[in-house]
């Protein structure tokens, strides 16, 4: 037997909040996968394009953006909390064919701050295109990834995209792994954070965010993402080589560079971005 304590997840309450907008909607609460992300990919491929809240308290091969891993297991925690495993993982799928992609991951980015920090006087933050801030540490970042949906004659509607939105949030502290600096966890500004308590806290305004983004796009909430744009304003380097001052974000969500040839608009998540010094 394990001697871990049953961790209570609010899953039925996550799915009253959430039928409403989706009647078929589901969560399921794993105890170990691979990658939540992965295994909601596998099914897409399969033909299964449910709507589905997939939680898992262990991965044993999460991934970030651009390859990365996402460590995740109880082993890089300082401790465990009996309400739950160190770190939320999670990957909501949905059948989605909004009017303009551009600036999902963002949108996405900003309903987990609002919801995780509604007034702001914590700090945390979003830094282009889709990690959390907190003192320029990283709490936690998003992946999304699509499946179906080829090529469409003129004159046809576009056909949903099956869209995995991975998550990923420190609750407890960290251990730095090689960084040269620990990541930040929720802890650090929410001192009674759980993983439980955190899906209940996000879930709800995340489905609604994605629900008004398909109708609406990213425009109406580009005023909120530079209130929580950690980069706005400050000197940046790119991983093309280019440096320059960040303007924050355009309208479609790209991120604008004034560099010593001009602003540039950085459209492509393949492109990471990092400050070259700490806020004043």
Not at 87 to 103: E, F, I, K, V
Not at 149 to 160: K, L, N
């Amino acid at each position: 037997m394990s001697n871990h304590p049953v961790v209570r997840w609010p899953a039925e309450a996550v799915w009253e909040a959430v039928q409403p907008l989706w009647p078929d909607f589901s969560v399921e609460v794993l105890p170990e996968i691979d990658s939540t992300n992965t295994e909601l990919m596998r099914r897409a491929r399969a033909g299964r394009d449910e709507r589905v809240l997939l939680v898992a308290e262990r991965q044993t091969a999460g991934r970030g953006r651009l390859g990365r891993v996402w460590q995740s297991g109880v082993e890089g925690s300082l401790g465990e909390a009996a309400e739950g495993p160190p770190s939320l993982m999670m990957s909501l799928g949905l059948p989605l064919a909004p009017r303009d992609w551009s600036g999902l991951s963002l949108a996405v980015g900003l309903s987990l701050v609002e919801s995780l920090d509604p007034d702001g006087r914590s700090g945390l933050g979003l830094k282009w295109p889709n990690d959390l801030w907190l003192q320029d540490r990283k709490v936690g970042g998003i992946l999304i990834e699509t499946a179906g949906a080829g090529a469409v004659a003129a004159g046809q509607a576009v056909p949903p995209r099956y869209v995995v939105m991975g998550i990923g949030l420190n609750v407890l502290p960290r251990q730095a792994e090689g960084l040269s600096t620990a990541p930040a966890c929720l802890r650090d500004f929410w001192p009674e954070a759980s993983a439980p308590s955190a899906l209940e806290r996000v879930v709800p305004d995340l489905a609604r965010t994605v629900h008004d983004f398909v109708e609406q796009g990213f425009a109406p909430l580009h005023a909120r993402f530079a209130a929580r744009d950690v980069l706005r304003g400050r000197e940046v380097r790119t991983s093309d080589g280019s440096e320059g001052t960040s303007l924050g974000v355009g309208a479609d969500g790209a991120l604008l560079v004034h560099t010593r040839h001009g602003t540039q608009a950085i459209h492509s998540s393949e492109v990471s971005v990092r400050p070259l010094a700490a806020p004043r």
